[in-house]
């Protein structure tokens, strides 16, 4: 069951809005960026929007009315993961729609050029405070989509990003559902990082940082007060957000538990996680990346042993009892040793607590960032490279399984995104066939996304400008070297 969601009935005249989430409900519903498209939309006079979500009617009928999306006139998707984009392509296919495809999220704003086949146009940015949703509203065809700010249609040899300069606004209301955060209200405290993590795209597409005031999500909180009992904060690093200890302290007094999405292990201080324990906080979450200070570094991730360490017991002492540490593998220059420190370190922590889960994902090498040029699995030789990271993560689940609740990404799969990330227009033979398979791939000749790219390479998403100068990317990425 929802609490507060909207409604507003259909009726002649007017314009039909799916917004598509093509993945599960819980996550959809924990995105605040979703929240406010949907509110902006039922705002306007000229038309009413509806959400999908793929576990609901097969992400073909509306959350609402349970119409078909066939009946629409434009559909919204948001793609925030590569892997989302074959279940996309399938509700597409499978509806029937006929209508105005367009796309947006992070995907759209990293490299659409994969699903320029299946959509009309791609919103490369953030929507508030533009006029991008009105124009697509009030659009007639793609054609009158053409050289606006903001979109892509295939056909604009370049393209700004756009971005509320401040982020002095929020939901008037929000809908609660069952989220990946529980059932709580989402606090979005900010966009934007100024950490300088080589392999993360967050920094480089939702650059510059904006902070929201405090006192505009206090009131928010108290406007939901009595409907749940948790807030969730919401950033790309919490605990960089300058009122953190005021926003909590006062939600706290509001009667709420406070939990963070993400939170980096050296902003934390015995007050802070005092807080959140008292805010009802029982698992805590931190992401090393490496095992290493050496590969910490070549990751630019900032982040000491000591840190982690610090985190981790002051986590312990105020009675957070479970810890969930996040590690990479395939990073440039990786070595066994690098390995057998993940490992010490994991077991460090362990001494901390009774419950330590361990999440290892292999590197993607994102564009736009100064990685996006590394091969995928680190190493030069692709099969060499694939052979190598199997080989080093049947080490990691031997070593760890027997203390850790560990879970390993498939390899394979992640280099699937890898070329769903950083390929060209001919992926999409690969996302019609609706199959995530490497030897598919393989046949269709993608694997050469893979491989290591030469910086002087003019590269599919090139056109998209972020705002950051591709000379500053190419010194941070022979930095790594
Ligand atoms: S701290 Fe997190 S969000 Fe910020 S740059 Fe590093 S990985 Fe990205």
């Not at 953190?244 to 302290?249: E, P, R």
């Not at 090393?288 to 312990?316: C, F, H, T, V």
């Not at 901390?352 to 040029?373: A, M």
Request: include cysteine.
């Amino acid at each position: 069951m929802e609490f507060n969601p909207y409604v507003k009935k259909w009726r002649k005249g007017l314009k039909r809005i799916a917004l598509v989430y093509p993945n599960r409900y819980i996550g959809g519903i924990a995105n605040v960026g979703l929240q406010f498209i949907y509110a902006y939309l039922n705002s306007l006079e000229n038309c009413i929007c509806e959400r999908f979500y793929s576990d609901v009617f097969e992400g073909l009928r509306s959350m609402e009315s349970g119409t078909h999306l066939r009946e629409f006139d434009v559909a919204l998707f948001s793609l925030q993961y590569e892997e989302d984009y074959f279940k996309a392509v399938e509700i597409l296919e499978r509806s029937g729609f006929k209508g105005m495809k367009i796309a947006g999220g992070p995907c759209a704003m990293i490299n659409p050029r994969p699903l320029k086949d299946f959509f009309d146009a791609f919103i490369i940015g953030e929507v508030e405070k533009s006029n991008v949703l009105d124009l697509i509203v009030e659009s007639r065809s793609k054609e009158e989509l053409k050289d606006l700010k903001g979109i892509w249609t295939g056909h604009e040899e370049r393209v700004k990003r756009i971005k509320p300069k401040k982020l002095d606004f929020y939901l008037g209301k929000q809908i609660i559902g069952e989220s990946a955060f529980g059932k709580c209200i989402l606090l979005e405290v900010g966009r934007g990082c100024f950490r300088r993590c080589r392999f993360c795209v967050v920094r480089q597409i939702y650059s510059p940082v904006r902070w929201r005031d405090p006192d505009i999500l206090l009131d928010f909180a108290e406007s939901h007060k009595g409907l749940v009992d948790k807030c969730s904060l919401i950033a790309p690093s919490v605990g960089d957000y300058p009122d953190i200890k005021k926003l909590t302290s006062n939600l706290i007094e509001m009667g709420y538990m406070v939990s963070p999405s993400s939170i980096r292990a050296d902003t934390v201080d015995e007050e802070l996680m005092e807080m959140f324990a008292v805010g009802g906080l029982k698992s805590f979450t931190i992401a090393p990346e490496a095992g290493s200070q050496r590969l910490r570094d070549i990751l630019g991730k900032d982040l000491s042993e000591e840190d982690i360490m610090n985190a981790a017991s002051i986590a312990s002492e105020k009675g957070i009892k479970s810890i969930k540490l996040y590690f990479m593998i395939g990073l440039p220059k990786e070595t066994k040793e690098d390995l057998k420190e993940l490992i010490e370190l994991a077991k460090k922590i362990k001494r901390l607590f009774r419950d330590v889960s361990i999440s290892i994902n292999p590197l993607v090498p994102k564009p736009h960032t100064p990685f996006q040029w590394l091969p995928y699995t680190g190493f030069r030789d692709f099969l060499a490279g694939m052979k190598e990271l199997k080989r080093r993560i049947d080490f990691l689940k031997k070593e760890l399984s027997r203390e850790f609740d560990v879970s390993v990404s498939s390899p394979d799969k992640f280099a699937i995104q890898t070329i769903l990330s950083r390929g060209g227009e001919e992926v999409c033979n690969l996302i019609r066939t609706r199959k995530q398979s490497l030897r598919i791939a393989k046949d269709l000749g993608l694997l050469k996304y893979l491989g290591e790219i030469p910086v002087e390479d003019k590269l599919p998403w090139d056109f998209i400008d972020h705002g950051y100068s591709k000379s500053r990317l190419i010194r941070e990425y022979e930095k790594t070297f």
